[in-house]
């Protein structure tokens, strides 16, 4: 029975890997390396990604920053009393009459062809 169990100094000496049972022993140490490999290779695509995520919502609380900002500047521009300034330094001014509506009035009878040519 006491040859089923490994002792520390065994471990130690490194016996475990040169015994004539070592077979086992190398298979579940490349298995447990392997699942160390994965297991880093995950954890560094999860960061590659949080990382990612963090710049792009910067850029886009930024963006968004920059649309407010072009926005109110349109809106600015757009008044009347900035457009009536910036004309007035080009010698224009704004009308002092207001502008009247023109209605033209149509005939709703329609006439034929033959009608207007004789007309």
Not at 13 to 20: D, F, Q, R, T
Not at 54 to 75: G, I, N, P, Q, Y
Not at 98 to 103: E, H, L, V, W
């Amino acid at each position: 029975m006491r040859k089923n169990l490994v002792s520390p100094m065994d471990v130690i000496k490194a016996k475990i890997l040169v015994h004539e049972d070592s077979a086992k022993n190398w298979a579940i140490i490349i298995y447990v390396i392997c699942l160390c490999l994965i297991l880093i290779w995950n954890t560094q695509a999860y960061e590659t990604k949080v990382f990612k995520v963090t710049a792009l919502t910067h850029e886009v609380k930024m963006l968004r920053a920059e649309f407010v900002d072009t926005r109110s500047e349109l809106m600015e521009l757009k008044m009347e009393s900035t457009i009536t300034k910036k004309l007035e330094d080009e010698g224009i001014y704004p009308s002092e009459t207001p502008p009247t509506k023109i209605k033209v009035n149509l005939e709703s009878k329609k006439e034929s062809f033959w009608s207007r040519l004789w007309h």
